[in-house]
């Protein structure tokens, strides 16, 4: 039931295409009962993510476009609760009111989701990982089917690890970023491998040229990492 209420969130979002010229790209939040979901909207990809103070609990989200003035084309591309859906193509049906993002969930449940950002920024996007550097030799990875793709707003991000062709999801984190003096931190929400990370932030230093982002420092455990992360939407 869970899956498609995010589902139906992801797709009450889209809302505003061909219908106004509001710009719902970039971070929304709604919180209940302790629990926060946080929706990114990049260009041609989206997230769905669940998560309390004090555990991960989901997350969903892959590809869309624009399907005609009145619908939106989305492809899953991973879902932590029904692996079986990852793969999904469809064209949905959208609404919109009152310029706000409005669900409905199951029971009548109204939603309303609050805007965090409007998407801009140097790294707003989606990124997928293209180099890292091992034993002082940066080794390319082109991403397949089994990838790691980062999604940015304005202020929040959040980073997969996933299987398309198998549905398999490895590990995700987020929470918010700053970029700025080449200074790139990031503080964390949620962590689905280790929650004792959630509150950490970690401070590396970045470079953008053209779609390509030049990322180094130190991980949260520690250890010395240098990667290229490729724009891709």
Request: charged letters at 20%; aromatic letters at 10%; proline letters at 2%.
């Amino acid at each position: 039931m869970r899956t498609l209420c995010l589902l139906l969130t992801f797709l009450c979002a889209f809302a505003t295409i061909g219908k106004t010229q509001d710009n719902i790209q970039g971070a929304w939040k709604s919180s209940t009962g302790g629990v926060n979901s946080i929706l990114l909207i990049t260009p041609g990809y989206f997230s769905i993510t669940t998560y309390s103070d004090t555990s991960f609990i989901d997350t969903m989200g892959g590809t869309w476009k624009a399907a005609g003035s009145d619908d939106v084309s989305i492809k899953i591309e991973f879902n932590t609760e029904e692996r079986s859906q990852v793969g999904y193509e469809g064209n949905v049906p959208i609404s919109y009111a009152n310029g706000k993002i409005i669900t409905t969930q199951g029971g009548g449940q109204r939603v309303e989701w609050t805007r965090i950002d409007n998407g801009d920024g140097p790294l707003a996007g989606s990124w997928k990982i293209t180099g890292r550097e091992q034993n002082g030799k940066m080794n390319t990875i082109t991403p397949g089917a089994r990838k790691t793709v980062k999604i940015l707003t304005g202020s929040r991000f959040q980073w997969v690890a996933i299987n398309t062709d198998t549905g398999e999801f490895f590990g995700t984190g987020g929470g918010t970023y700053t970029f700025q003096n080449g200074v790139y931190t990031e503080k964390i929400d949620f962590f689905s491998r280790d929650n004792s990370r959630v509150g950490a932030a970690l401070s590396f230093k970045g470079k953008v040229e053209g779609n390509s982002w030049d990322h180094s420092g130190l991980s949260s455990k520690g250890e010395p990492i240098h990667e290229v992360w490729q724009k891709t939407i």
